[in-house]
């Protein structure tokens, strides 16, 4: 360690100590006058190596390398002070900042900077310190050095401006910077791409987009403008986004950044047939992009053009695509869709690791058991080596037993589980959801208690409970308090929405319980769903709503056992 330190010290100070017994007498040349310096060449001062400063240099290497790092800081900025010493500055600015101590750092980066001007790395630390502790306005006038650097500085620097004052949570203040800077170089479009960047920040819509259309007619074939320009449009008018990027594409066809943001912005918009078109003309035009090829591949399945999506997905399979086992783990689940179940068996199979590897041995089992073999499927789940995700295996278990109506063995395999981890959520919530088909409510609610109780955030132990309480219509009062605490917790949760509008119609309150259940049905068109807004509308007189609802539902869900069971009781 003491070598280290003397090595530091002979390269920091390029002299060897007075008094030292060498055979190099000569002093080192003194440096040359400034005017006979390079342009970036850093004038050094003619530091001796005293005794004191050699110590320090030690001990300030010592407390670093021991932990001390505060300590260590303190002693190097002590230094600092004495030597003006750039090179020590530098290390005393690193130490500082390493050890979270933010007033030692700027002081030793004001320092650096002050004998080393010429240094780009001393003005970005000093102004990152200083941006770091709010002092943006500070900071002003050396990011404004930093600029005008050199010709591409300022081009540089406005690309990376706004990431570099991210620290400070002032994002008026960093917007004021930035357009301040940016008011000295008005026709260069990256300064107007930092001020729309900050504009967006602070949701200066207006102010964005005007920054960002300028740059792009500062630089027309632009793509990063275009596409930032798109993401502000997307939000309030996707159209006007779309026919952007459109436009550019017109006139650039070769963007492949702007070609992908046109189809992602068709995807979103649920314009699939065009979005995979964009994507096709991309993979033509990019033969050898992956992630082109793996969305082609996607929208083909989604649009159930299933021999394509199997063709551009089984191609992804001979690339270097960095998720192969998710594509095998697609490949299974469009297999399945087509009932082609020994091919799917074949494309789980060949998942053996990784995030899918789990998912996988269970759709494993599901297939065995959609095939008769129930037994054969629970086996296959028992050898599975699961790890740390044993639990999983176990509720995979007792979902195929509930599928096949052995609710009674179900409730026997996930007991047993509990017993042996009598607090794990997962087996507390299947658990309570299988004793309410037994009709055990007192275990149903013992559980969903003791859940709330060790996950006071698991929305879907408040909805189960209230949800049970409403379908029962018992304790009416207390299942709404349950699933409006579900709400906040899981607001987008259109599960929970239904359970809220069944809550009133349970209360009797029609008019909410049609408000709730038809939010519910339109984002999420679910058999259960649709049983339970089909007869709040047919008791209250809408009945040929009803019936267009459960015929959809049908459609949507034909196996859902509530929603045959509703209509048969409405309509025998």
């Known amino acids: 360690m003491a070598a280290l330190a003397f090595a530091f010290a002979s390269a920091a100070f390029g002299q060897a100590k007075p008094g030292d017994d060498d055979d190099d007498d000569d002093a080192p040349p003194a440096a040359s006058p400034p005017a006979a310096q390079?342009?970036?060449?850093?004038?050094?001062?003619?530091?001796?190596?005293?005794?004191?400063?050699?110590?320090?240099?030690?001990?300030?290497e010592i407390?670093?390398?021991?932990?001390?790092?505060?300590?260590?800081?303190?002693?190097?900025?002590?230094?600092?002070?004495r030597t003006r010493d750039p090179r020590v500055a530098r290390r005393a600015a690193e130490v500082a900042t390493f050890a979270r101590q933010p007033g030692l750092a700027l002081e030793a980066a004001k320092i650096w900077?002050?004998?080393?001007?010429?240094?780009?790395?001393?003005?970005?630390?000093?102004?990152?310190?200083?941006?770091?502790?709010?002092?943006?306005?500070?900071?002003?006038?050396?990011?404004?050095?930093?600029?005008?650097?050199?010709?591409?500085?300022?081009?540089?620097?406005?690309?990376?401006?706004?990431?570099?004052?991210?620290?400070?949570?002032?994002?008026?203040?960093?917007?004021?910077?930035?357009?301040?800077?940016?008011?000295?170089?008005?026709?260069?479009?990256?300064?107007?791409?930092?001020?729309?960047?900050?504009?967006?920040?602070?949701?200066?819509?207006?102010?964005?987009?005007?920054?960002?259309?300028?740059?792009?007619?500062?630089?027309?074939?632009?793509?990063?403008?275009?596409?930032?320009?798109?993401?502000l449009l997307q939000a309030k008018a996707p159209a006007e986004a779309?026919?952007?990027?459109?436009?550019?594409?017109?006139?650039?066809?070769?963007?492949?950044?702007?070609?992908?943001?046109?189809?992602r912005l068709l995807v979103l918009d649920k314009k699939l047939p065009e979005a995979r078109d964009q994507f096709k003309s991309l993979l033509a035009a990019f033969p050898d992009n992956t992630d082109?090829?793996?969305?082609?591949?996607?929208?083909?399945?989604?649009?159930?053009?299933?021999?394509?999506?199997?063709?551009?997905?089984?191609?992804?399979?001979?690339?270097?695509?960095?998720?192969?086992?998710?594509?095998?783990?697609?490949?299974?689940?469009?297999?399945?869709?087509?009932?082609?179940?020994?091919?799917?068996?074949?494309?789980?199979?060949?998942?053996?690791?990784?995030?899918?590897?789990i998912p996988a041995r269970v759709r494993y089992a599901v297939i065995l058991s959609k095939q008769g073999k129930l037994q054969e499927a629970r086996e296959y789940l028992h050898k599975v080596d699961a790890g740390d995700q044993q639990v999983q295996m176990l509720?995979?278990?007792?979902?195929?037993?509930?599928?096949?109506?052995?609710?009674?063995?179900?409730?026997?395999?996930?007991?047993k589980g509990l017993q042996a981890q009598p607090d794990q959520p997962d087996l507390l919530y299947d658990h309570a959801l299988t004793a309410e088909k037994?009709?055990?409510y007192d275990i149903l609610e013992s559980n969903l208690t003791r859940l709330i109780k060790i996950r006071p955030d698991h929305a879907h132990a408040y909805n189960a409970l209230g949800y049970s309480y409403?379908?029962?219509?018992?304790?009416?009062?207390?299942?709404?308090?349950?699933?409006?605490?579900?709400?906040?917790?899981?607001?987008?949760?259109?599960?929970?929405?239904?359970?809220?509008?069944?809550?009133?119609?349970?209360?009797g309150e029609y008019p909410r319980a049609i408000e709730y259940l038809r939010r519910a049905w339109t984002g999420r068109p679910d058999g259960e769903i649709g049983a339970h807004l089909g007869e709040v509308l047919w008791v209250t007189g809408e009945r040929a709503e009803a019936e267009r609802i459960w015929q959809e539902a049908v459609k949507n869900s034909p196996d859902n056992e509530a929603l045959q069971k509703t209509i048969k009781r409405f309509k025998p």
């Open 38 to 60: 390079k342009k970036d060449e850093v004038v050094l001062p003619k530091q001796e190596l005293t005794e004191p400063i050699l110590l320090g240099l030690l001990v300030a």
């Open 63 to 81: 407390a670093a390398q021991r932990n001390s790092a505060g300590f260590s800081a303190q002693t190097y900025v002590d230094l600092a002070r």
């Open 113 to 231: 900077y002050e004998t080393e001007p010429g240094s780009a790395q001393a003005l970005q630390t000093l102004s990152g310190l200083l941006i770091g502790a709010r002092r943006v306005d500070e900071a002003e006038p050396y990011l404004e050095k930093l600029f005008a650097g050199d010709p591409v500085s300022a081009t540089n620097g406005f690309m990376q401006i706004n990431r570099f004052l991210s620290p400070n949570p002032d994002r008026a203040a960093n917007l004021a910077t930035v357009r301040k800077l940016a008011s000295r170089y008005p026709d260069l479009p990256q300064a107007h791409f930092a001020v729309a960047q900050a504009a967006a920040a602070i949701n200066d819509d207006a102010l964005a987009i005007a920054e960002i259309r300028r740059a792009g007619e500062l630089r027309p074939d632009w793509d990063l403008a275009a596409i930032f320009e798109a993401q």
């Open 242 to 263: 779309q026919a952007r990027l459109a436009g550019y594409l017109q006139k650039y066809p070769g963007s492949r950044e702007a070609g992908l943001n046109y189809a």
């Open 292 to 357: 082109v090829l793996y969305a082609v591949g996607l929208l083909s399945v989604q649009l159930k053009d299933y021999d394509a999506g199997e063709a551009y997905l089984a191609r992804l399979l001979q690339t270097r695509f960095r998720d192969k086992n998710g594509v095998r783990y697609t490949l299974g689940q469009l297999a399945e869709e087509r009932k082609d179940y020994p091919g799917a068996l074949k494309w789980y199979a060949q998942i053996e690791s990784g995030e899918q590897y």
């Open 395 to 415: 509720i995979a278990e007792a979902q195929l037993l509930r599928d096949a109506n052995q609710n009674a063995e179900a409730f026997k395999v996930l007991d």
């Open 438 to 440: 037994l009709e055990r």
């Open 470 to 507: 409403a379908e029962r219509n018992v304790r009416l009062d207390e299942a709404k308090k349950l699933i409006e605490k579900a709400m906040l917790l899981a607001p987008e949760d259109l599960f929970i929405v239904d359970s809220m509008g069944w809550t009133y119609y349970r209360m």
